[in-house]
């Protein structure tokens, strides 16, 4: 049964200081609503903000997504990271399309049937876009929840999980499914923060981590991951035309099917793709200064040497993934924000030099 005071409470506070304004709240149907919930993983909203809004000009339904090939929608990604949810979004409009004729399921199973979407995802797309009854349980509603309960295990682990979806189920109430949602993500970004500000709270009566003075040891956590920091040397090649040469990356791993610079362990290792794929032996190197760049949970120095290749015989022997590519057809292509930035930086020397 609903707990009634849970979510009048938090509706209340909603009405007075939710957000209300955000552009997947206007005209919220179930395509808009999961491309906004897909990119609001792992990020936060005043980043994803320009990006959605760009995302449903360039691509305005599923069936315009579907007909686009994935090199534009990665390419309209770059610089919001974790990629494959990209290529799922791209993955699912085409099942939608081919299985469902184009309409976005509105059950929990089919929607979970789709690549990306999980669990709470979909009570999101169902809850946001239909308002319909359904439960959500992002990090921000594990948060809120595991202090409201007191519910100290880490909320990874399956136990803990199960308890967190049952009190999320437990507070749905019975009408207003669109808003209650929105404000119980609103007050897990807004009031109940890592550093929680339960001054602001409507929960100041019956939040137990509150009410013993312990909201600093909820949520339960696991073994910190040490942050690693890892390095690589990256090629790149540059021919006469001053076209550069990039290599479309595998599916999996970090930036999976984008285009990026071959990468070395060893410094040497630039020179045998060189000697090896293309028909020129002649050029001159540079190392240009490391670019660092931060994921979740490491930290990636990427050790750029630039190969300005001599002479015309730099034709590639075989294709093999790689392709050199023009300033112009490098940006329709699906590219890692530090990639761009080092593209960037040498068509503005070019520029500078011709
Ligand atoms: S009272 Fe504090 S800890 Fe409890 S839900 Fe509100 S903000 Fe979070």
């Not at 909203?45 to 599923?62: K, M």
């Not at 409009?93 to 299985?99: D, F, P, V, Y």
């Not at 749905?172 to 499914?177: L, Y």
């Amino acid at each position: 049964m609903a707990n009634k005071k849970f979510s009048d409470l938090l509706l209340n506070w909603f009405d007075l200081y939710g957000r209300h304004d955000l552009p997947w709240q206007k005209n919220p149907t179930p395509y808009r609503v999961w491309v906004s919930e897909i990119m609001l993983q792992q990020t936060q909203v005043q980043t994803v903000i320009p990006f959605f809004t760009n995302f449903v000009r360039l691509f305005p339904s599923i069936k315009v997504l579907s007909e686009k090939n994935l090199d534009e929608v990665l390419n309209s990604w770059s610089g919001l990271g974790y990629y494959s949810r990209a290529r799922n979004l791209h993955k699912a409009a085409r099942m939608i399309e081919e299985k469902y004729g184009g309409v976005m399921p509105t059950t929990t199973e089919e929607l979970m049937g789709l690549p990306g979407i999980g669990k709470s995802t979909a009570g999101a797309i169902i809850a946001l876009a239909l308002n319909r009854p359904a439960a959500i349980l992002d990090a921000n509603v594990k948060r809120v929840l595991s202090r409201y309960h007191a519910i100290k295990a880490k909320p990874e682990t399956a136990r803990t999980k199960k308890q967190l979806w049952a009190n999320a189920e437990m507070h749905v109430p019975t009408s207003r499914h669109r808003e209650y949602t929105q404000a119980l993500m609103d007050l897990g970004a807004m009031v109940c923060k890592k550093d929680p500000i339960c001054s602001r709270c409507p929960y100041t009566n019956s939040c137990a981590a509150y009410l013993s003075n312990s909201t600093r040891i909820f949520p339960g956590s696991g073994k910190k991951k040490s942050s690693k920091t890892k390095s690589t040397y990256i090629a790149i090649i540059r021919n006469r035309k001053r076209e550069i040469l990039l290599e479309r990356r595998p599916e999996s791993g970090i930036w999976g099917g984008l285009w990026s610079f071959p990468e070395f362990d060893e410094k040497n290792g630039a020179e045998t793709i060189i000697l090896n794929v293309m028909d020129s032996a002649n050029y001159y190197c540079e190392q240009l200064p490391p670019k660092h760049h931060h994921f979740t949970h490491f930290k990636l120095i990427l050790k750029p040497l630039l190969f300005t290749l001599i002479g015309d015989n730099s034709r590639l022997l075989e294709n093999d993934g790689r392709m050199f590519f023009q300033k112009k057809s490098a940006k329709t292509i699906g590219t890692p924000k530090p990639v761009v930035d080092l593209l960037n930086d040498l068509w503005r020397k070019n520029k500078e030099n011709s």
